[in-house]
């Protein structure tokens, strides 16, 4: 793979790549706006009993917001249909895609589940299809491509003043995870708001259970098990006639430039959540992987990772996407009086059940302990920050978050341990530096070797 050798362009913006990532500031509460403090403790809590925010069912009406999608793939559209789902006065009216097949399909599913009209005019199909969306007329950009491109598409969307939601991850390599965040302060410097795709934060069950736990409820947070287990994902199988750049990008979940490998696409949320709870980023990365059932594309589909902090602690983090295997997604949180599932439970250190989420009996009328579909969350926030002149921006934590992920791919396709600074002062750059329908010379189809000629990807 590539490697950037960009550093004095980077510092020339004004990024010190040891200190513009510390911490999240954001992840403490992840739910839009500043959480208050009640005066009093309760139980066993040794801290002020954090306040929930509220999670608004519907963005506000106010003047109408056009939005425009780049990337048209099922992610893309998804995200198109759940912005208009967020609220009134509420447009689609443009679109952006590599593939004219891919933007037809968008096209026709937006006109059948919403009957949303797209007009051909602004229908914008090639690699620079993103800049055409952004100047459509748009207030909104919801970037839903491989995330290899995302920092690209960031940096414009902020250049021309638009909002912007994110799906995650943010970027694939340290250099996209560095112009993120640069592009990211520019936007709050413009009170644009930025909301991204990483879901558990803006989950009532989850925000209850991390409320709880940072108000102390199971003590101090001692470790973390976190686990991703599922089947495979799709395959795209190279046709005759496409170059290596369209076989690439139509099977791009397969290609660790495009997509990061899924520790960094998929396993982002899991991770996330840990991030969320600890709020600091650890300070090394140990990690196994390997391949054996994937049949196309150069990654792995199991990762193992040990993830060290600045005071000693250890967290454990697995996730693997093979079919025919048990499957398990669980988020453990581990403290010094008791543990918690992050999506609603929390146990002494005995293992009894001390306190569970109180979803709602199906076809109750009570909505207080509803859980909204996160996907339309998300844009409810995005809408709201928008039409009540708070801008709301959590890019910082999801640039933590994507590379810690990071810095476990890395560890696992080396075999070497990897630290935190080295990720943040990593050149690693992850595919070709053009974008053309053609070869991609120095990027083959078989997955890293640990403990031979390192490849960083």
Not at 60 to 85: E, S
Not at 232 to 255: C, H, P, T
């Amino acid at each position: 793979m590539e490697q950037s050798k960009n550093n004095n362009s980077e510092k020339k913006k004004g990024l010190d790549r040891r200190g513009f990532i510390s911490r999240s500031s954001l992840a403490a509460i992840g739910a839009i706006g500043t959480a208050g403090l009640l005066g009093s403790c309760s139980g066993k809590s040794r801290k002020p009993e954090l306040k929930l925010p509220t999670l608004l069912n519907v963005a506000p009406d106010g003047k109408l917001l056009k939005a425009g999608l780049i990337g048209c793939g099922g992610r893309g559209t998804g995200a198109a249909i759940n912005f208009l789902d967020a609220g009134p006065n509420l447009e689609i009216t443009a679109l952006g895609d590599v593939f004219r097949d891919k933007l037809d399909q968008c096209r026709e599913q937006l006109k059948k589940e919403r009957n949303v009209e797209i007009a051909e005019e602004k229908c914008f199909v090639g690699f620079d299809s993103f800049e055409k969306v952004i100047d459509s007329g748009v207030d909104i950009v919801l970037l839903c491509t491989p995330p290899h491109f995302r920092p690209a598409h960031v940096e414009a969307a902020v250049a021309a003043g638009k909002h912007i939601f994110m799906e995650k991850p943010c970027a694939v390599d340290p250099v996209g995870a560095r112009r993120v965040m640069v592009a990211a302060k520019r936007a709050a410097d413009k009170e644009l708001s930025i909301v991204s795709g990483t879901i558990r934060r803006v989950q009532k069950d989850f925000m209850e259970t991390q409320r709880r736990v940072a108000s102390g409820q199971i003590g101090e947070i001692v470790s973390a098990h976190i686990t991703r287990n599922g089947g495979s994902l799709w395959v795209i199988q190279r046709q005759k006639g496409w170059s290596d750049m369209e076989y690439m990008l139509r099977n791009w979940a397969n290609f660790c430039w495009l997509s990061g490998d899924h520790i960094v696409e998929q396993f982002i949320h899991e991770i996330d959540v840990m991030n969320w709870y600890l709020g600091k980023n650890p300070v090394k990365a140990m990690a196994w992987g390997g391949r054996q059932r994937r049949v196309t594309g150069d990654q792995y589909d199991f990762f193992s990772v040990e993830y060290i902090y600045d005071n000693g602690m250890h967290t454990h983090c697995a996730a693997r996407q093979i079919t025919g295997c048990s499957n398990l997604t669980e988020q453990f949180i581990v403290g010094t009086e008791g543990f918690a599932n992050a999506r609603g439970m929390i146990y002494n250190l005995k293992g009894e059940e001390v306190w569970k989420y109180p979803y709602p009996e199906e076809g109750s009328t009570d909505e207080t302990w509803k859980v909204k579909d996160p996907f339309v969350q998300e844009h409810i926030n995005l809408v709201t920050a928008i039409r009540t002149g708070k801008p709301y921006n959590d890019a910082e934590a999801q640039v933590n978050s994507t590379l810690i992920t990071i810095m476990g791919r890395m560890s696992a396709y080396t075999g070497k341990d990897v630290t935190w600074d080295e990720v943040l002062n990593s050149d690693l750059y992850l595919g070709p530096k053009t974008y053309e329908f053609g070869p991609v010379p120095g990027i083959p189809e078989t997955p890293p070797v640990i403990g031979a000629e390192p490849k960083l990807g």
